[in-house]
């Protein structure tokens, strides 16, 4: 089977998991509690100019940092569980699919997922701006966050797709994610170099939840170098591990 109808069966099955209604309720919560948030301060805000990138850092904090990575880890339990479920992992072993077309199969198909989860919060986030009156929204810096923050998602769903094989344990494998996801925020009262490195943080990286400001050249080639390096790692280990597998 070719790459691209593997990615499409992919698509069809969580599509029957109403994961866009997940999608939409975790983005209407971090946006509300950011939302909330900078109204609660907005005071102290009301002379600054840059009242819509406080808006973004707090809506963008709890999305990018604790919300979304768990949602990733949901995702990724229930792609593989499609496969632990009835034992298809037998009857798919007789199929001539080779190992590593299935695992960037599921890879791709949750990334369709967690891109169209950043056009949620940019469209929330809009929405939200719109009805605070918060002038100035940076639309086109924000658009570039929310694409920036995608590409920290490749990181985040290639490690879980390994857990997720790896243990074959729904539930195991999306506390995983919650702690991944813990340990980032934790990695904020750390360090910046800490927090620029760890895989769970990545999607708050690019979205520049903490600095609010873009991307220097260094900044920018420490994030692609580590998205890339994490990706490629867990996925060549989750290729490695179902070559290895008997049953």
Known sequence: MLLKELIITELIKLRKSYFVFFLLGFNILSVLIGSVIFSANREVFKNDGNQSLVLWGQGSLYSSQLFFPMLIGVLCAVSWQFEEKDRNWQRMSIIPV?????????????????????LLFLALFNLS??????????????????????IGTFSITAIQMFFSIRLRNFSFSILLSAVGAILGLMTLFVGDFLFNIFPYSQIAVGMRA?????????EFILFCVMSVLFSVFALSLSVKLLNNRED
Do not use: E, H, Y
């Open 210 to 218: 903490r600095t609010l400001t873009n991307f220097s050249v260094q």
């Open 98 to 118: 080779k190992k590593n077309m299935l695992v960037l199969a599921k890879f791709f198909s949750i990334q369709i997922f967690t891109g169209m989860n950043q």
């Open 129 to 150: 701006a719109f009805v605070l009156r918060v002038p100035d929204i940076q639309v086109w810096n924000f658009t570039l966050w929310c694409f920036l923050g995608w």
